[in-house]
């Protein structure tokens, strides 16, 4: 695989790039770097991918397959001379626009400035704010919910599965949904518990995988309760520590 010239590499500065595989011309990572850090990933160098806190399996298993199939992977400069101030925010741009990414986090910021349609926008913008928690919560970000309105499938996303430790979780009165910025439900939890087959049967399986990880069994919030933290429609999160940037748990008052 061809790779830059130190002079090329002084020239480009900061880029963001896309990863594309051959076979269908899928693109499956989007990331940033300097030098030559795109060919690393692409060719999937096992000291860049033990450096890459984005990176698991399933990048490298793609990676993999196209090799063994005989082809490289392809690949785009998107953006390059990129000051770094900016170069999260182009990354972020590029990871919304492409859905099904092996990214394992978001883009930067993407949960509270990512692509919103205009109902939620003015959400965004005009609802009530979150006021001061009078509970122990834990905030949790569920950007994938299609429907704000159905109670079920907010509960269904908000309870599983997380990489939180279960004792600090177990320290949380309630659990509060959050979709962009804006608090959609609240739950009680009764039992936090390890995230497998037998203790989750209603959740659909491959294997025991997310063992390591954990979710809720649960009831909504009392009444007053959810009018505190969600409202008719919900409530905007406007306290900086409760936002969310990539990691989708917030904690408050659970110390």
Known sequence: MPRFSEEVCERLGNYVYRLIDPRNGETFYVGKGRNNRVFDHAEGLPEILEDDSQTLGSKLDRIRAIRNAGLNVLHVIHRHEISDAAVFEVEA????????LTNVQGGHASSDRGPMN??????????????????????????KLEDRSDRKAIYNLVRYCWRVS???AEKAEYVVAVVRGVAIG?????RWLPATPENFPDIPYSDGSEAHRVGFVGEEAPSDVWDMYVGARGKRIT?????????????????
């Open 118 to 143: 205009h109902l939620e926008l003015i959400d965004k913008y005009s609802l009530p704010t979150l006021p001061e928690p009078a509970h122990s919560l834990i905030l949790i970000n569920i950007n």
């Open 166 to 168: 279960k004792e600090r």
């Open 239 to 255: 306290e900086p520590q409760l936002k969310h940037v990539q990691n989708p748990i917030r904690f408050w008052k659970c110390s």
């Open 186 to 190: 609240a739950f009680r939890p009764l």
């Open 93 to 100: 741009a590029l990871i919304d626009a492409f859905p099904g």
